[in-house]
Each structure stands twice: as structure tokens, then as C-alpha cells.
């Protein structure tokens, strides 16, 4: 076949990719933002709790903090009273550690209300510098789909940027370990003001299956705390997308 | 009853001999040609801070062997290293951990900055060429792109490389000291963050060995969805690699066609366990989500459209002169250097090395559906592309035979929890990068006393820094992303 017909077929087999709403999504099969039932527990029950590997979960009231949690599905396999289910909820993103915490009862999270003062700057544009900071790579993946050709980011005026110089935002990932502590405060010394940080996953957001581990320095959000913190573990590109709209006040994820 | 890719060993019968005998026969081993799959330190129990317990893992004719080292206060263990390279970052590590000095190492480099050396990273003796011209180049820990972090320094002489130094480590994450502390019903998600890239061929690993050491026998059925998940991961992570090679050197509709055919094949993982990256699907002797005829049409009907497409895509790559051009020749590992180094996995394969775990020690489901072998001997990036490529077919095909011959699963067999005392399991999956080791080693109260993890990527590391020898400045992007090492899984 003649070069140029191949390459046009490779374009044709491709179609049309983008997910034209990514409010609207449904990742099949995704297990996501769980919803905890106001069935009472079983007297004295722990099963929960004591399978959790990473103590996310508070008994009374119940509460599941989708910041610790890692999605494994253990607790929603030991409850005898089937108090926690996960669905295929992706919209898991908050403005602060609190709002990350999923109740009795309800159905989503609040919806993450957007920054004036981000949206005023960055409404149409907003760079953002990776950095992972002992991220196993999940999240690292993950972040980079967003600028795949299936969620695409870039429509939105969403990009992620090779250098610190370039961007207005930090969008980190890995519990911050000892070794890559500096280097973390560097690139965000690095970066223009005004700025600011995002935390994607259990690990960034309180250090995850990670949070024991005596090699950890997590000062640097002591210091700067994130403006947008998106759960998962990793979460899914559309949590990370909807997530950045939400906080930049995009009125809705159509193209 | 175990699987042969799992050596289970009650602790007091494994061979045990004094440094110099475990030297001696690690070193007859490597004369032999053997491949010494690892060699890692443990405390001594009864004396921690003394000199630590050498262990072994060797691929003899019959299958996995494991023997023991200990010493005495004073003893001496002369490096292998000079001799034997492949060594290097076996004596290195076990010099991070332990303070053993391996007398006559060429060089006891840190690597991964751990326990004395946590936090030095600003500490590193990189190698120095001096010369008017000479220049050296530092990249990192923050890369251009979203990746993990790590500092690369090159040392060129106009745009020729003639050295590169990799120093690694920040990711250190205290990952074995986490696994031995951790309860065993809390580990697998910890296991699965080891390295989020590789998270199934890790979860298999320890679940075969946590079986093994609870005297379960695996269940062909399981075996077989375990295979599937494993195959998955490695055509979704080779379409990583190769649309990553395709960005690089500006070939944008493999860029994007890879990248979609990637989604769907972690989309076709969510379908199946709820996660893009495997995450939960295993657990010790459970299955957690059923795989019936349902599930296996969904991956008939995936893996051939995926099939159908990325032929297409595939001759295309293959064709552009502009690809070859920049792929062909450049970062190259001849085979005697790559079996000199210890290098492993899909990297080795591409520069004509045979190991695959898969076909050196088949188990499972890999017993009654050979996966063929795929090597390059050219050992550039073109290799190392084309090995990916082929790999990704043989898979595709593999995966379509094995799920027209699924066993039952069968019911799952109660928790276990209790695994035997003072017995040690060592683990291997061959994952897409190449081989994943688990090695837990139980005390008199069956708890878990010491937990080692070994990923390819620790070994083949120092293949990156030899391939850009001699290379122009600008391949590295290229080297670095046909390698596509782990930096968390080195790091631990």
C-alpha cells in the first residue's frame, strides 16, 4: 500500500477518542467513591476497621476518609451489614482535608467550590509542574492521562509543563520521602508566584499505605497547604480532570 | 504442591556455610554460567548488628537454589564484583545495609541512600573526567516530563556521553522494613504500591509465596486469571513504553494510537477487578472477582480489536525511516556485556539474553500454555522497541488461547493466616519488565521476621549507563525510555 494510504487507515482505526463530557463520564467497572448505608453496624463489630491498611475508617458515627483510602475493597467484603459500597464515582476531589470524608448517608461528596482567585488567574489557563515524591508510579501514570488523547486536558487550557519556571501550580504525588524532600521545596521555590499546590492520591494527601514509614518528611505541607486535593489510589483521570474544573470554575466539561 | 517458581525451605534446612564457602560457591555458580537471580543480607537474629546472613538464589539445572552465608565478627568477604560485575549492586546494597566492606570492590557506591546514608543525597561521589573540554550535565531528580524522580549526570565531551552516573534513591520509602512490620492481611495494598507499574506480577509473588508458606496449593483456575493479569499489565505497559519511544522521536500517530489501544486494555482490567492498574484483584488463595464466560467474551472481544489495530500501527512504526533512523544503533548493550552486568528481563532479551522465568521455570498456567521466547540480538533501542512489539503479540495470541481453556476456579479455601515458623519462601513472577523476587522469612512464632523485595530494575540500571556510552547527549530521552526502569522499585 502507499505510505500515505497506511498512515491514513492508522488515523481512521483511531476514530474519535476524547471523552466528549467529562462530567458525564461512566468508566465501567471503576471502583470509586464509596457510599456508606445507615444501616446500624453489628454489635461491637471491628471487621472493618481491622482490615483497613491504612486506618481510614472512624466508627460512630462511621465515617470513611477517602484521603487514607486505597480503594482496596476490603472493608465493603468483611462488613456483615454491607454498610459500604463502592460505585463507579469518580467526582472524589475536595478544597480541604475534611471535605475528603465520606459520611453515612449520602451520596457524594460537597461539591468543590471553585476559587475565585484561581479562577480570576487561571481560569483559561493553568500550567501545572509534576513532581512525585516517592509516587509508585500509579499516580504518576494517572496524571499523565490526563493529557492523553481519551481525557485531554489541553481543551480545557489544562497543561502540564517541563519546568517549574512555567507553571502556576504543583501538582504532587508520593508520600514525600526524606530523600526527595529538598528537592520537592526547590522546584516550588522555583515556581512564580502566585501559586499553588494540589495533592493527587492517598500517598500525597496523608501518606497513604506509606503513613507509618519512618523515612517520610511530609513538612513541605505543613508549610504550603494544597488548594485541590483529588482521592484515589491512583485516582482516575477523570477525578484529577474534574477536579482542576471544578477548582478553576469551569462551568461544565463539554467540547 | 509448591509452584516451581517458589522455593519454600524450613530456615535450618537450607546449606549453610561460613563467608568464605558461600563465596566459593557463589563464585563456581557464576563461573558455571548459572544465572544468581539475587543475593541479599539479613540480620543475624540472635546478634542483629553483626555481620548479616548472605543468602543466595541461584538458577541450577533443576530449578530454584538457595544457600546461606554467616560470618563472625572480623570476617572478610573479598568482592566478587572485580571478577564477576553482575555482582556490583548485590555487594553495594548489602554495604548500605550492613556496613560489610567487600574488599577489592571496585566502587561501593550508595544505592538508594537508605539507613546511614538517608538524606545525603546531596553526598554523591559521582565519577569525574577531567580535560579543558570536558563537561558535565545534571538532569533531575525533577524531570521534563511526569515521571518519577532521579538524577542523571552525564559526563560529554562536546555532545558525546562518555559517561553517565546515575544516582537514585529518592523514592526510598522504607518499603522492606513497612512489609516486615506490616500484619500479613494488611499487606497486599502495600504490596501493590511497591511499584504501582508492576503491581500484579508483585501481588502474585507474595500471594504464591504466602500460600506456599500456609500450605495451601494454588488452584489451576486462579492460576490461570493470574497469568491473564500479569499478560495484561505487560502489553498495557509496552504500549507505555513504545507510545513514549514514539513521542520522542516525533512519531505522533504511534504516540496517540498507543496510547488509546493502552486505555483499552487498562479499561478492559477495570472491567474485570475495578482498577486500570490490577489493583485488589488478588489476594492469598482468593480470587476477588469472578472471571466467568462474561468477563472472557469482554476479553475476546477487547484483544481483538486491539490485535486488529495495532498491526496496523505496528507496520507503520516499523516502516518509518524517521523511527529506525533515530532507534537503530543508538544505546547499545552487546550480549556479552548485558550477561557480564547481570542484566534481566525484557531489556537482556533484546540484547540476546534467553532469561525469561516464563519459559526457564514455566508454572501455572504458563505450564499448559508455553509463552514463546522473543529475543533480539542487536541489544539498541530498535531491539528493545521491536522486543516490546513482538512481546505484545505473543501475549495478545497467549491470552486468546488461555481464555478459550479456563479450569474452574472453585470455591475460595478459608483465610490463611497461619503460616509455618522458622521457614523462608522465595517467590518469582516475570513481570513486563522482567523478574520480581519475594522473599519472606518467618521467626519460631511463624511472624514475619525479614522481607525482601528484588525488582528488575535494580539490576539493569547500570545497562542504562553502559548503553549511552559514546552516544550523542540528545539519544538519552531515547535510551532511557526503551529501558523504562523503575525508580521507586530500585528505591524501595
Same mark, same amino acid.
Given at each position: 500500500m502507499i505510505p500515505i494510504l497506511e498512515a491514513l487507515q492508522v488515523r481512521s482505526s483511531q476514530g474519535r477518542q476524547f471523552v466528549p463530557d467529562v462530567r458525564a463520564a461512566n468508566p465501567v467497572g471503576f471502583r470509586g467513591l464509596p457510599v456508606i448505608d445507615m444501616n446500624p453496624c453489628?454489635? #461491637? =463489630?471491628t471487621a472493618c476497621v481491622d482490615d483497613c491498611p491504612t486506618n481510614a475508617i472512624r466508627l460512630t458515627p462511621f465515617a470513611l476518609d477517602l484521603g487514607s =483510602?486505597?480503594? =482496596?475493597?476490603q472493608c465493603a467484603r468483611v462488613c456483615p451489614q454491607q454498610k459500604v459500597k463502592f460505585t463507579g464515582g469518580y467526582r472524589m476531589a475536595a478544597r480541604?482535608?475534611?471535605?475528603l470524608v465520606m459520611k453515612e448517608g449520602?451520596?457524594?461528596?460537597?461539591a468543590v467550590e471553585a476559587s475565585d482567585r484561581i479562577r480570576q488567574m487561571f481560569g483559561r489557563s493553568l500550567k501545572l509542574r509534576s513532581v512525585s515524591?516517592? #509516587? =509508585?508510579n500509579g499516580c504518576e501514570l494517572e496524571i499523565n492521562a490526563?493529557?492523553?488523547?481519551?481525557?485531554?486536558?489541553g481543551r480545557y487550557g489544562i497543561d502540564i509543563v517541563a519546568s517549574p519556571r512555567h507553571a502556576d501550580g504543583l501538582i504532587l504525588s508520593g508520600p514525600i520521602t526524606v530523600n526527595m524532600a529538598a528537592a520537592l521545596e526547590l522546584c516550588y521555590a522555583g515556581m512564580p508566584d502566585p501559586k499553588f499546590v494540589i495533592a493527587v492520591g492517598s500517598c500525597a494527601i496523608?501518606? #497513604?499505605?506509606?503513613?507509618?514509614?519512618?523515612?517520610?518528611?511530609?513538612s513541605f505541607l505543613g508549610r504550603f497547604t494544597p488548594e485541590l486535593y483529588v482521592a484515589g489510589c491512583p485516582p482516575h483521570p477523570l477525578a484529577i480532570v474534574n477536579g482542576l474544573l471544578d477548582l478553576i470554575g469551569h462551568a461544565d466539561g463539554k467540547w | 504442591m509448591v509452584p516451581r517458581t517458589v522455593l519454600l525451605r524450613a530456615n535450618d534446612e537450607i546449606e549453610t556455610l561460613n563467608y568464605s564457602g558461600f563465596r566459593d560457591r557463589l563464585a563456581s555458580h557464576l563461573a558455571d554460567g548459572r544465572r544468581v537471580l539475587s543475593c541479599f543480607g539479613t540480620p543475624q537474629t540472635? !546478634?542483629?548488628?553483626?555481620?548479616p546472613v548472605l543468602h543466595a538464589i541461584v538458577l541450577g539445572l533443576t530449578g530454584l537454589e538457595q544457600f546461606c552465608g554467616r560470618g563472625t565478627p572480623g570476617d572478610e568477604f573479598p568482592s566478587l564484583s572485580a571478577l564477576y560485575p553482575q555482582m556490583h549492586c548485590f555487594e553495594r546494597e548489602i554495604h548500605e545495609q550492613f556496613g560489610l566492606s567487600f574488599p577489592g570492590h571496585p566502587w561501593l557506591k550508595p544505592?538508594?541512600?537508605?539507613?546511614?546514608?538517608?538524606?545525603?543525597?546531596? $553526598?554523591y561521589p559521582f565519577y569525574q573526567l577531567a580535560g579543558k573540554e570536558v563537561h558535565e550535565v545534571g538532569v533531575g531528580?525533577?524531570? !521534563?516530563?511526569?515521571i518519577e524522580p532521579g538524577h542523571f549526570r552525564f559526563m560529554c565531551y562536546g555532545e558525546t556521553v562518555h559517561h553517565l552516573e546515575i544516582q537514585l534513591g529518592?523514592?526510598?520509602?522504607g518499603v522492606e522494613t513497612l512489609l516486615t512490620k506490616t500484619p500479613p492481611r494488611k499487606l497486599p495494598p502495600l504490596v501493590e504500591s511497591i511499584a504501582g507499574d508492576t503491581a500484579v506480577p508483585n501481588v502474585v509473588a507474595f500471594c504464591r509465596a504466602w500460600e506456599s508458606l500456609c500450605g495451601v496449593p494454588t488452584r489451576p483456575g486462579v492460576e490461570a486469571v493470574r497469568g491473564i493479569a500479569i499478560e495484561l499489565e505487560r502489553i498495557a505497559m509496552h504500549l507505555v513504553g513504545v507510545g513514549g519511544l514514539a513521542t520522542d522521536v516525533a512519531f505522533l500517530p504511534g504516540s496517540s494510537t498507543y496510547g488509546r489501544l493502552r486505555t483499552a486494555i487498562i479499561n478492559l482490567s477495570m472491567r474485570l477487578c475495578g482498577s486500570r492498574f490490577g489493583?485488589?484483584?488478588?489476594r492469598p488463595g482468593e480470587l476477588r472477582y469472578p472471571f466467568g464466560p462474561k468477563e472472557k467474551d469482554d476479553v475476546r472481544a477487547t484483544l481483538q480489536l486491539v490485535r486488529r489495530d495495532l498491526a496496523l500501527i505496528n507496520d507503520l512504526f516499523g516502516k518509518s525511516q524517521s523511527v529506525r533512523h533515530r532507534l537503530e544503533t543508538t544505546g547499545t548493550v552487546p550480549t556479552a556485556l548485558a550477561r557480564d552486568i547481570g542484566m534481566v528481563g525484557m531489556a537482556a532479551r533484546a540484547s540476546g539474553?534467553?532469561?525469561d522465568l516464563r519459559n526457564e521455570l514455566p508454572a501455572g498456567v504458563y505450564q499448559q500454555h508455553a509463552m514463546p521466547l522473543v529475543t533480539e540480538p542487536a541489544g539498541d533501542c530498535q531491539a528493545r522497541a521491536v522486543v516490546r512489539l513482538r512481546e505484545m503479540d505473543e501475549s495478545l495470541s497467549w491470552l486468546l488461547r488461555v481464555i478459550e481453556d479456563l479450569p474452574d476456579v472453585g470455591a475460595d479455601p478459608p483465610a490463611l493466616l497461619k503460616p509455618r515458623a522458622n521457614s523462608t519462601a522465595v517467590s518469582f513472577e516475570e513481570g513486563w519488565r522482567g523478574e520480581v523476587m519475594h522473599a519472606i522469612r518467618t521467626d519460631a512464632q511463624g511472624q514475619i521476621a525479614h522481607y525482601k523485595v528484588q525488582d528488575p530494575s535494580l539490576r539493569n540500571w547500570f545497562g542504562l549507563a553502559q548503553a549511552v556510552? $559514546?552516544? !550523542?547527549?540528545?539519544d538519552f530521552p531515547i535510551c532511557n525510555k526503551s529501558f523504562d526502569l523503575s525508580y521507586c522499585g530500585n528505591d524501595l
Open positions: 453489628a454489635d #461491637g =463489630c =483510602c486505597v480503594f =482496596c475493597d480541604t482535608r475534611d471535605g449520602v451520596a457524594t461528596l460537597s515524591a516517592g #509516587g =509508585c490526563t493529557t492523553n488523547v481519551n481525557f485531554d486536558a496523608s501518606g #497513604g499505605v506509606f503513613e507509618h514509614s519512618s523515612v517520610l518528611d511530609r | 540472635e !546478634a542483629p548488628t553483626g555481620p544505592i538508594r541512600y537508605e539507613g546511614r546514608n538517608l538524606g545525603r543525597m546531596d $553526598d531528580p525533577i524531570h !521534563a516530563g511526569v529518592y523514592q526510598h520509602r489493583r485488589s484483584w488478588f539474553l534467553t532469561c556510552r $559514546d552516544n !550523542a547527549i540528545y
